[in-house]
């Protein structure tokens, strides 16, 4: 593939972590702007930083750096310390600039820059200072399994024998080795990783340890769960708190959970189904999720468990591990505590593959609840929300009669999509976009970079609301172009300006679309420069 065929690649896609779009027509601060976006952009990962490319991903082209282009690599080495290589691209008449960003070179390092910003990250368009939550993410990226530490004055007699046998059961269950039954207690902490010549760590303390120890030793390590009546109200009807090791509560606290569970029930045709407010499995993955990522450092916070009719919330006191965030969170796993977690896989309570969070986002999604978020994180804290009332139940019908009728299987990744566009309109996978319109299941709004999408008549006429439909699609493309032609035969000339003010909803490149459509048809012509000109309706239409 050629670097030209490569760009128009680019194109297709979204603005996003790795991807950065600017007009620069004439000039890009050397000092200022190229600087602080090559740092920001290797903070984040690495990616493409392309001058000459406007907001809807067209090609204007750029004068910026013409014929000095070949120094900035160098010039970039000494005020971020990373080596950038540029490119510079031809399409046609126009010219492109490429920066190809690596990610940031070393481990709990941010990059610098020496432009407006010391630490540079991206906010939407622009560029802010990066904030704690974030830099602190990176400079933890090299501390220490928190969890695989000494804990000086716990014994082989301090911990839990219900706790042990908890775990034990699991083990053996898992691994299919009933010899494990007939380990001694020194020899079964030992295989597991909670004891080495150094002594016992923290992971036996959060795990097996017995309450007294852990009141003396980690008094931090705690879980409170509180139920409200109402999600808005500010005291709570009912509290419980636990101070014990992990394996001994694990079952407990899902019972407390699920006494207070509630039922929704739906019609499915001459079927009664029900959908209860707190799905085990999304339950019990959150509860692990926060066990093995908090920071147990933080000794005056426990992880707090907020139920209600309306949401289930779990608050893990510190920030997001390395390298994750709300929007990558399903792509990307990392385990803070790793000698926790790889002792909870021997249990088969938790994958190392990071499957937690999509079985949490998939259930939720699958139950016509919408999308769990994170509202309320923090550099101190992480606050998973997954709501508790089905928000829209003919959703998943109509996925499940589609399924049915096209005879298809829809991964979790697709059914993620499919929620982003009944609730957004936004898809952000080109393959998922071309296999949903060919099955019907989804709908495209516009023709430019600013499209929208919604799910498909078929959807709404399911559900007995065609007329929201008809809402969401607006008018048709022939019925925009006929208001255009109806305003010019009303008034002698039509500027950009209140053709814009006629169809709010659209992005100036699908109004752009429509008038050259017009033009091509004969019907509006275009008189004066390309600025101040304005748009008359041809002889033959008048």
Known sequence: MTTVEQLKQWLLKPEGLNLEFKEAKNQFSRDKDLPDYCAALANEGGGKLILGVNN????????????????????????????????????????????HIPPRPYIGRAVKSTGRYRYPMRAGESLVEMDEQTLRGILNEGEPDFSEQKVSGLEITDLDNEAIQNFLARWIQKSQRKEYGQFTTDKLMRAVGCLSDKGLNYATLILFGQKEKIDELLPGDEIIFEWRHNQSQTTHDFRIAWREPFFKIYDEIWKVINARNIRFPFQDGLFQREVLAFNEKAVREALLNAVAHRDY?????????????????????????????????????????????????????????????????????REGKGIPNFRGSDAYSVVLRIPAQVKDKNFILFLEKAAREKQILLSFEEIYELEKIRENGVISNAEFRVKFMGLGIIEQVGRTRGAKYILSRGYYKHIGKSGVHTRLAGLTREAKKELILKHLQNKPKGVFSEFADAFPGLKRGDISNLLEELKKEGKIRHLGSRRGGYWVISDGCK
């Open 297 to 365: 450092r933080i000794q005056g916070r426990s992880i707090y468990i907020k139920a209600s009719p309306q949401e289930f919330s779990i608050e893990s006191p510190g920030s997001f591990p390395q390298g994750i965030t709300p929007e990558n969170i399903l792509e990307k796993s990392y385990w803070r505590n790793r000698r926790i977690a790889e002792i909870l896989e021997k249990a088969e309570l938790v994958e190392r593959a990071g499957q937690g969070m999509n079985d949490i986002f998939e259930s939720t999604i």
């Open 56 to 99: 809807a991903g067209q090609i204007i082209g750029t004068r910026s750096y013409l014929g000095t282009y070949n120094k900035l690599s160098q010039e970039l080495m000494q005020k971020t310390g990373i080596r950038v290589d540029v490119e510079e691209v031809w399409e046609g008449t126009n010219r492109v600039l490429i920066f």
